[in-house]
């Protein structure tokens, strides 16, 4: 909405002078304001349009490679409002699923909600959330027997988001499942970021493009938005 007032706020100030240089500057100001705030409404429209949008093809495909029997719990780590968590209960019965994300302020509502729409869901007796951050994650060793992530890490503020996914692992028990979508093809991981995680001698590492699986429109294809996603995946 601040793009929507910024677009208005400009406009409005060229009625005030008569300067022409001025003028187009507002003016310019306005219009590039206005672009952008009906390309990110579009976006969200692309996202969240309907049950079978872009979004929930990447929580489907996300789940898909998680080579897990369902068996235990899992972590989903940056859960926001808690979808993936929830779908990951939905198909595994016997699973219990812990949610994290650190949200913020104030970030009891976010928990709330997460905790409603497992409620709707009709899994709130199998699946909890709380407020932890990925950087340090306030679990044992091995303590998850899945762990997964979806479109976290890059958005967190670190040198090496190598790191992001090692502390993943640490709480994935020896033969645990992962699998972490994100935008590994982009500039926020090296070039060797894979050839990194496989020293780490797992007993299994895979990686796969999503947009393999998943055709996306022109919008988001550009540059930090879905274009360069890729899901690791494997056995720790």
């Not at 406009?11 to 219009?31: D, P």
């Not at 303590?143 to 670190?158: C, K, M, P, T």
């Not at 926020?188 to 970021?193: A, G, L, P, R, V």
């Amino acid at each position: 909405m601040l793009l929507l007032f910024a677009s208005i706020f400009a406009y409005l100030a060229t009625l005030l002078t008569n300067i022409w240089l001025v003028v187009v500057v507002l003016k310019t100001v306005s219009l590039l304001s206005l672009g952008f705030f009906i390309f990110l409404g579009y976006v969200y429209w692309l996202l969240e349009k309907d049950d079978k949008g872009i979004q929930r093809q990447f929580w489907s495909l996300l789940i898909e490679h998680l080579k897990w029997d369902g068996r235990g719990k899992a972590l989903d780590i940056g859960t926001g409002s808690g979808p993936i968590a929830i779908l990951l209960a939905l198909r595994y019965p016997s699973s219990v699923v812990k949610g994290v994300d650190y949200w913020g302020e104030p970030w009891t509502y976010s928990r709330q909600k997460c905790e409603r729409n497992a409620d709707l869901e009709g899994v709130s007796d199998r699946v909890s959330f709380e407020r932890a951050s990925a950087v340090d994650l306030p679990f044992g060793n091995g303590e998850f027997d899945a762990v997964l992530s979806n479109f976290v890490f890059h958005a967190i503020r670190v040198k090496d988001r190598t790191q992001l996914i090692a502390e993943a692992l640490r709480v994935l028990r020896y033969g645990g499942s992962f699998a972490f979508q994100d935008l590994f093809n982009d500039e926020f991981y090296s070039e060797d970021f894979l050839d990194v995680i496989k020293s780490w001698e797992l007993r299994e590492v895979n990686f796969a493009d999503s947009s393999d699986y998943i055709s996306t429109p022109m919008a988001l294809k550009l540059k930090h938005m879905t274009g360069g996603s890729g899901i690791l995946f494997g056995i720790k």
